[in-house]
Nanobody, 125 residues
Framework: QVQLVESGGGTVQPGESLRLACTASGDIVSIKTMGWYRQAPGKQRELVARSITSGATNYADSVRGRFTFSRDNAKNTGYLQMDTLKLEDTAVYYC???????????????????WGQGTQVTISS
């Protein structure tokens, strides 16, 4: 069974930085894509940053130039470096990944989407 565990959330002041981490664990064959979404109170969940199969990363316009997504494939971990944080960045941040697993003893490979439990990021003056 695959789990995505986020860490690094917290409360900071505007202009400060935070770094989120998302580690995937379980019987993982490969991680196709990984990224971050967020959901603010009363709003829909939205894309923040997501790596795509070409190796590039898509960013939301609201965070481009301030947030940086990176992956450590050896550790099955993705990071979101968030700089120059703004009040409107306050949200619950969710890790998302498309992961291939292998079933035993059938030896069937499955590709499906997984979500983490979310980590709160609060920007407050």
């Amino acid at each position: 069974q695959v789990q995505l565990v986020e860490s690094g959330g917290g409360t900071v002041q505007p202009g400060e930085s935070l770094r989120l981490a998302c580690t995937a664990s379980g019987d993982i064959v490969s991680i196709k894509t990984m990224g971050w979404y967020r959901q603010a109170p009363g709003k829909q969940r939205e894309l923040v940053a997501r790596s795509i199969t070409s190796g590039a990363t898509n960013y939301a316009d609201s965070v481009r130039g301030r947030f940086t997504f990176s992956r450590d494939n050896a550790k099955n971990t993705g990071y979101l470096q968030m700089d120059t944080l703004k009040l409107e960045d306050t949200a619950v941040y969710y890790c998302n990944a498309d992961i291939t697993t292998r079933e035993y003893p059938t030896d069937v490979y499955n590709l499906r989407e997984y979500w983490g439990q979310g980590t709160q990021v609060t920007i407050s003056s």
